[in-house]
C-alpha cells in the first residue's frame, strides 16, 4: 500500500500563474480533505470531498481555489491566479468512510515568486 | 466552536529528560482527540487517538496522552526522550461524524538537545 501520494512535491509558480495540486488517496478510502499550512502556523482545514461531490468546503477560500474528486483519477486542488499569500504546504489525507483519523500525504510545497 | 489551544510553542530538552507537551481544547459535544507528529519536510504521522474507553492512550514509541474531561486537557508525555524526536507535535480533535475533518493546534516544536 504506496500510502496517500501527493504531487509534485515542490511547485514554483510566478504571480498570476495557475497551481494544480494532485492527490492519489490510499487504496480504499474514499474520502479525501486538504488543509493548508502556512508558515508558522499549524494546518488548516480546507474541504473535504468523496468522489465527485464536494461534502464541506467551509475552510476554501471564496476566490482561486476550487477542488475536486473526480470519479476516475486523483484529488485535484487548483489555485488560479497565483498571489505571494498562497505560498505554503499544501496537504492532502484520505480515510475510509466511517473509520477514524486520516491519513496523510508528504504535501505540496507551493511557492509563489 | 471547536478549537485547540497548545500552550507552549517551543519546548527545548536535553536527551532522557522527561517531556510534557500541552494541548487544551474547547468543544461543546463529545470529541475525538489526536497527536500528530511532523519531522522536517514531512507530512503528519498519526502518533496517538482517544476514540473512547481508557483515557490513557500509548504510542509505540514511548509516548503516552490523558483524556482529562474535566479540564478538556490531552497533554503528550514521554518519560525520557531521544534526540530523534526532535520534530513538531500537533494535537488535533474531530467530532466523530466529521471524520477526517480535523481542527489542528498551533503546534509545539520539541528540540532534543545531547
Known amino acids: 500500500n504506496a500510502g496517500v501520494m501527493q504531487n509534485p512535491r515542490h511547485l514554483v509558480r510566478r504571480r498570476g500563474q495557475e497551481a494544480r495540486l494532485r492527490c492519489s488517496p490510499m487504496k480504499g478510502h474514499s474520502h479525501v480533505y486538504w488543509y493548508r499550512q502556512l508558515p508558522e502556523e499549524g494546518l488548516k482545514f480546507m474541504v473535504y470531498l468523496q468522489k465527485e461531490n464536494i461534502i464541506d468546503e467551509s475552510g476554501m477560500p471564496k476566490e482561486r481555489f476550487s477542488a475536486e474528486f473526480p470519479k476516475e483519477g486523483p484529488s485535484i486542488l487548483r489555485i488560479q491566479q497565483v498571489v505571494r499569500g498562497d505560498s505554503a504546504a499544501y496537504f492532502c489525507?484520505?480515510?475510509?468512510?466511517?473509520?477514524?483519523?486520516?491519513?496523510f500525504g508528504s504535501g505540496t510545497r507551493l511557492t509563489v515568486v | 466552536a471547536q478549537s485547540v489551544t497548545q500552550l507552549d510553542s517551543q519546548v527545548p530538552v536535553f536527551e532522557e529528560a522527561p517531556v510534557e507537551l500541552r494541548c487544551n481544547y474547547s468543544s461543546s459535544v463529545s470529541v475525538y482527540l489526536f497527536w500528530y507528529v511532523q519531522y522536517p519536510n514531512q507530512g503528519l504521522q498519526l502518533l496517538l487517538k482517544y476514540l473512547s474507553g481508557s483515557t490513557l492512550v500509548e504510542s509505540i514509541n514511548g509516548f503516552e496522552a490523558e483524556f482529562n474531561k474535566s479540564q478538556t486537557s490531552f497533554h503528550l508525555r514521554k518519560p525520557s526522550v531521544h534526540i530523534s524526536d526532535t520534530a513538531e507535535y500537533f494535537c488535533a480533535v474531530s467530532h466523530g461524524n466529521q471524520g477526517g475533518k480535523l481542527i489542528f493546534g498551533q503546534g509545539t516544536e520539541l528540540s532534543v538537545k545531547p
Open positions: 489525507a484520505s480515510s475510509p468512510p466511517n473509520s477514524g483519523p486520516p491519513t
